[in-house]
């Protein structure tokens, strides 16, 4: 029999979690709250089908009687009319409202009751996940303890678990009753456990417990259960015989994968320093990504999803693949799901769509949602810009999937780090053969030479930074110092355009000495607008992607709050109105040109900045003078290389400020790092700016802020990079 067509399905992390007395609602922190509109966007993409929430705690968060649908009725309203099948959640990671609990006896049947209200009121929604991920929230609730009740006891995770079961089947058959042919889309992580062979056991436990929630919900845990004894001591026989006898199996096996779903526990700690220590009562282990340490053994998403139909022979979606990485990293995680899920449905895999998640990214799932410190991944649109979501290079690849099943991204052309060398964060190890699967993951199939970058000025700090990405990211690149191309020469740069045939520009060169930059104008002229204006003509002439590097000096200062890329600039000084004609020239060759502004760079590649060289002469006893009244907000390396690119990989055009949010003067940070260093911020002494001598005129206030996207991590956290930068620079040099 001929499988109906794969379909794109996209999911919105919607998770509505109870810690402590506190509810986060991820649907209100990435905005969907109140943008209707995003919903024609999604729509826009050939997304046929979405998990969508319907959740419980904010619809009826004080019983039913007081229920609020009108959200709900128009965001419904709004799919059915653009033709999207949604497929509606009512617990996402939650625990209901805060008269009840996972643990309460009263919770099924409730969450039953909650059901079969949303069944009358939208009759015609035919597909349900009344529980996401049962499994997973027992885990972190009654195990682990980061989410309510927040126990640590396995008797209490089984409860949790046996409660969430016996509500998925009490809310279908209240669902049933209203619409016969509603489906059950049940969804669950699916991870896999290596070990040392001392520890197989513990595998080997964790491996069967991986599906438990799905047994439970088919019938299929009887006594012979391997997970049967431990069952029996938690949770009352006759509920356990009650799931056996009225089971619920999904129409739909709803599996969620992320690249830490296998783990691999270790009792050799020595090898793993700093790691949490955890245990069974029997042992004391580790328990880390099997990818980051396992040599051979990973199944992998493909031969994950064989094992599920294997098992159970049922439909499978693909319903979470959510990797909170770098753009050309995401689009590898997602490109490879898709030829995962072709592979398997032509060796007879019935599996019918491959879910784009999350559009719109996730908040705090860095911490397990334990902590709100607005940890932002974004997902097929960036919404941390906090107006309309901006679609990154994800939204094409699906695009391109729905339309065509493939795409040509450059990115594609090399593998995702879990399939490089450089996966490694510990010494490569072999797990217990006995835990080896009938197959692992296995390298994609590539083009024999990918396409590569061409990063100009080789020889700064900017383009230093930017090659060290384009490694830790598998980028393909050419970096070409100063002696190597000329970007002043026409005929130079034509000939390394034709010759490395990249697929995109960085133009990392220029004049970068702002203070030489007043008694050499006429090479800093040359350098920063000549050579921009060749190099951007040629990628023109080429149609080819260019990035180019401006400055926060091109603005007057006159302004107290920092600067968004809309606002006027006002260059003063030779170097800054070199950056500012660059601007001008760079745009009137194409608009699509993509021009960063960043405030002064600061990172392990700028060894003579301003920075560094305060800490060195502190370092060795002497006393600085830095301006106290000029206000900037510094820019570090690797974070600015690591924007530019995801940037690039999404097709951004026009002017972009990328600098670490948060300002200070040059005497406030540089204390604030001479102190990180255990050296005497005293030494630091601040001074008005015209004292210093300088010949360039620097402006007040130069801090850049973004109105388009907060791609950039806080100045605070940059700053405690890089001092860990700078000690382990120390220790290498000591050793």
């Known amino acids: 029999m001929a499988l109906p067509p794969l379909e794109i399905w996209g999911g919105l992390e919607c998770t509505v979690a109870r810690i402590g007395d506190t509810y986060v609602d991820q649907t209100r922190l990435n905005g969907h709250q109140d943008r209707p509109q995003d919903l024609d966007a999604f729509a826009a993409l050939g997304i046929r089908a979405m998990r969508y929430p319907v959740i419980w705690e904010r619809i009826a968060p004080d019983g039913l009687e007081r229920a609020d649908w009108a959200w709900t009725d128009e965001r419904l309203g709004r799919l059915r009319a653009l033709g999207i099948r949604p497929i509606a959640g009512l617990l996402h990671h939650g625990s209901g409202p805060r008269d009840t609990d996972l643990a309460q006896p009263d919770f099924p049947a409730r969450l039953a009751c909650f059901a079969g209200a949303v069944a009358e009121r939208y009759p015609w929604v035919e597909e349900y996940t009344p529980v996401n991920e049962p499994l997973t929230t027992a885990r972190f609730s009654g195990l682990y303890g980061h989410w309510y009740p927040h126990g640590h006891d396995q008797r209490l995770f089984l409860r949790l678990l046996v409660n969430q079961i016996q509500g998925t089947r009490l809310a279908m058959h209240a669902i049933r009753r209203v619409n016969p042919a509603a489906r059950l889309v049940q969804t669950d992580d699916l991870g896999r456990v290596l070990s040392t062979p001392h520890l197989a056991y513990q595998a080997e436990y964790e491996n069967h417990r991986r599906w438990l929630g799905f047994d439970l919900l088919m019938g299929r845990v009887d006594r012979h259960h391997p997970l049967w004894r431990d069952l029996a001591d938690a949770v009352p026989i006759g509920e356990l015989e009650e799931l056996l006898a009225d089971p619920c199996p999904p129409d739909i096996l709803g599996i969620n994968h992320y690249l830490s779903g296998e783990r691999f526990l270790d009792e050799r700690l020595g090898r793993y320093p700093g790691v949490a220590v955890g245990g069974n009562g029997r042992d004391r282990y580790v328990d880390v990504l099997a990818l980051r340490t396992v040599a051979r053994g990973v199944a992998g998403l493909g031969n994950l999803l064989q094992e599920a139909w294997d098992r159970y022979r049922l439909p499978i979606a693909l319903t979470e693949i959510h990797n909170g990485s770098s753009r050309d990293e995401q689009l590898r995680w997602l490109k490879e799901a898709w030829d995962a899920a072709v592979g ?384 382990a620079d120390a220790r290498d040099a000591a050793a």
């Not at 941390?384 to 695009?399: H, N, V």
């Not at 879990?418 to 009938?438: D, I």
């Open 344 to 727: 398997l449905r032509d060796r007879g895999v019935d599996l019918r769509a491959v879910t784009a998640w999350s559009l719109l990214g996730a908040f705090d799932w860095n911490s397990l949602l334990t902590r709100q410190d607005g940890h932002y991944e974004p997902g097929v649109y960036d919404v941390s810009g906090g107006g309309a979501p901006r679609p990154t290079a994800l939204a094409g690849l699906i695009g391109d999937l729905a339309k065509s099943g493939t795409s040509q991204h450059p990115a594609l052309d090399t593998p995702g780090w879990w399939h490089r060398e450089s996966r490694f964060a510990w010494a490569p190890t072999e797990c217990a053969p006995a835990l080896l699967p009938r197959a692992s993951l296995a390298r994609p199939r590539l083009p024999g030479q990918p396409r590569a970058l061409l990063i100009t000025g080789g020889d700064g700090a900017l383009a230093r930074a930017l090659a060290e990405a384009c490694v830790q990211r598998g980028l393909p690149h050419r970096l070409l110092s100063r002696v190597e191309l000329d970007v002043t020469d026409a005929a130079a740069v034509a000939a390394a355009i034709d010759r490395w045939r990249p697929w995109a520009v960085l133009n990392a060169a220029g004049y970068a000495h702002v203070e030489r930059a007043e008694a050499a104008p006429e090479r800093c002229w040359r350098e920063n607008v000549e050579g921009a204006a060749v190099l951007g003509l040629a990628c023109a002439a080429a149609g080819l992607p260019c990035v180019a590097f401006s400055s926060h000096l091109v603005f007057g200062g006159g302004q107290a709050a920092p600067y968004l890329e809309t606002d006027p600039i006002a260059p003063r000084g030779v170097y800054a109105t070199s950056k500012a004609a660059a601007e001008q020239v760079l745009h009137g060759v194409s608009p699509e040109m993509l021009i960063v502004r960043a405030g002064s760079f600061f990172g392990p590649q700028a060894d003579r900045n301003a920075l560094a060289c305060a800490v060195r002469a502190v370092g060795a006893g002497r006393s600085i003078a830095a301006a106290a009244d000029v206000t900037v907000s510094p820019t570090y390396l690797p974070d600015l290389a690591d924007a530019v690119l995801d940037l690039l990989m999404d097709g951004e055009a026009g002017i972009w400020h990328l600098a670490n949010p948060g300002c200070g003067t040059w005497a406030e940070i540089i204390r604030e790092v001479v102190g990180g260093l255990s050296l005497d911020p005293a030494k630091v002494i601040g001074v008005p700016a015209a004292t210093l001598g300088r010949r360039a005129p620097w402006p007040a206030q130069s801090a850049l802020r973004s109105g388009r996207s907060a791609l950039m991590p806080p100045l605070g956290q940059a700053l405690q990079r890089y001092l860990g930068a700078l000690r």
